[in-house]
């Protein structure tokens, strides 16, 4: 039953526009490690964007670049609109705080999607049903107690749950996981909601080593293969998500994921670049 009181995720990702510097403030709801959740970043410059006045369009694509770390309470989005035609609109947005370095540097495309041919050679992964999945009730206290975040999202592994506290040696793990994904309290899956959740797997590095290491997003992008209005039509809670990693080399790897619909469509596709310490 979803929430009739403001979403823990609508208000972390709150924010006071302005002419050109919007203000946002981070959420200990939402935290990491050492900065907030990525994926709460994310949906919050994307939320932004949404509610600009010269938005126009569904968004198309968003990359986020994590420039140097970001402390707990306010800051800035410096918003510009690039380029836009009469198909695409290209934004550039940086995150500051208390007039710093930039923290986090993205770009967004915005596009107007008109009817067309449609085909998704893809195939919905099979899976056992959401409510036939038990919930994941690993996650170390420890980790928590630090990732606040984890404990915003209902993960239900069909495939690939971590084994922490089982490291080896020896031979490297699967990173490859299959998951249901959706908010701890239920929320309707929107534009922001996918954003935030394509990045809400564990780090692939994780997986392969069965133990948590300091690990931190580089640079994420995630592409939405839907508009905003067939997604509210939709009306969903939860997205089915699978990821995986082809390589870890020299403190950096690599992830890709997909998170669909329970009506098998092709939502979102993501990648990201993360540093690890191992």
């Known amino acids: 039953m979803l929430t009739k009181t403001p979403h823990l995720f609508d208000e972390a990702t709150q924010i006071t526009a302005g002419d050109s510097h919007w203000q946002g403030r981070t959420s200990e709801d939402y935290w990491a490690f050492v900065g907030p959740f990525g994926g709460i970043t994310a949906a919050t410059i994307l939320r932004a964007l949404i509610e600009h006045p010269q938005r126009a369009g569904d968004p198309l694509s968003l990359t986020v670049n994590f420039c140097a770390p970001i402390a707990q309470g306010g800051f800035d989005l410096d918003i510009r609109l690039v380029k836009a035609n009469r198909s695409t609109q290209h934004w550039s947005v940086e995150m500051t705080q208390g007039g710093a370095d930039v923290a986090t540097l993205a770009t967004a495309v915005f596009a107007e999607r008109r009817p067309s041919w449609a085909h998704q050679p893809a195939q919905f992964p099979q899976a056992t049903a959401f409510e036939q999945t038990l919930p994941f009730a690993k996650v170390a206290a420890s980790w928590v107690k630090q990732a606040s975040w984890v404990k915003q999202y209902d993960f239900r592994f069909v495939e690939g749950e971590p084994k922490f506290g089982s490291a080896s ?72 998500a699978i990821a995986d990693a082809k390589i870890f080399y020299r403190s950096y790897g690599d992830q890709h994921g997909e998170l669909w619909s329970t009506s098998g469509r092709l939502l979102a596709t993501t990648t990201q670049i993360a540093y690890f310490k191992a």
């Open 169 to 240: 040696q020896t031979m490297p793990a699967s990173a490859f996981s299959k998951l249901w994904i959706g908010d701890r309290v239920p929320r309707k899956i929107d534009a922001l909601s996918l954003m935030a959740m394509s990045d809400a797997f564990f780090g692939r590095v994780f997986h392969a080593r069965n133990e948590l290491v300091p690990f931190g997003t580089v640079s994420l992008t995630t592409y939405f293969h839907t508009d905003m209005e067939s997604l509210a039509a939709e009306d969903i809670t939860r997205v089915l």
